[in-house]
């Protein structure tokens, strides 16, 4: 199972040049805790950054710096770490806790932005496939007993 299939596709996005005050405006009105910053190219947007609610309290708010003063380009990372969406979930956590994320844009062959995956979104996959490992060891204790009999 690749990436593609358990990332979100619905990704929120904006620029560099974005203030800082309309990225927490725009993070509060889709309910999410990153926005990917993205350059838009001929082939569609190609993730360049991501900034999360946090990085906003840290960079910004608790060095007292006035929000308006700040674009998410001057606070994102210096780098970013992505997905394919033909990963497989256990590379990608192994790559998120080596990079130290949470959050992971995924793209396409060509860099382009086609989802995002969290840590959430891989714990419940796991969660998932662990349900169904438990439910094969029930089902083949159940045949045994009636066979058994």
């Given at each position: 199972m690749g990436l593609g299939e358990i990332?979100?596709?619905?990704?929120?996005?904006?620029?560099?040049?974005?203030?800082?005050?309309?990225?927490?405006?725009?993070?509060?009105?889709?309910?999410?805790?990153?926005?990917?910053?993205?350059?838009?190219?001929?082939?569609?947007?190609?993730?360049?950054?991501?900034?999360t609610d946090r990085d906003i309290v840290i960079e910004v708010v608790a060095a007292g710096v006035a929000p308006a003063a700040v674009t998410v380009g001057e606070i994102m990372g210096p780098t970013l770490a992505t997905a394919r969406e033909t990963d497989e979930p256990w590379d990608t956590i192994k790559r998120m806790?080596?990079?130290g994320v949470r959050r992971m844009p995924v793209v396409n062959g060509?860099?382009?932005?086609?989802?995002?995956?969290?840590?959430?979104?891989l714990v419940e996959t796991i969660a998932e496939q662990l349900d169904g490992l438990v439910r094969v060891i029930g089902q083949e204790q159940a045949r045994e007993a009636r066979t058994r009999r």
């Open positions: 990332c979100n596709r619905v990704v929120v996005v904006t620029t560099r040049n974005t203030g800082v005050g309309e990225a927490a405006r725009l993070m509060r009105e889709h309910h999410v805790g990153s926005l990917v910053i993205v350059d838009e190219t001929a082939l569609g947007r190609k993730p360049v950054g991501i900034v806790r080596a990079k060509d860099g382009v932005l086609v989802g995002i995956v969290t840590v959430d979104d």
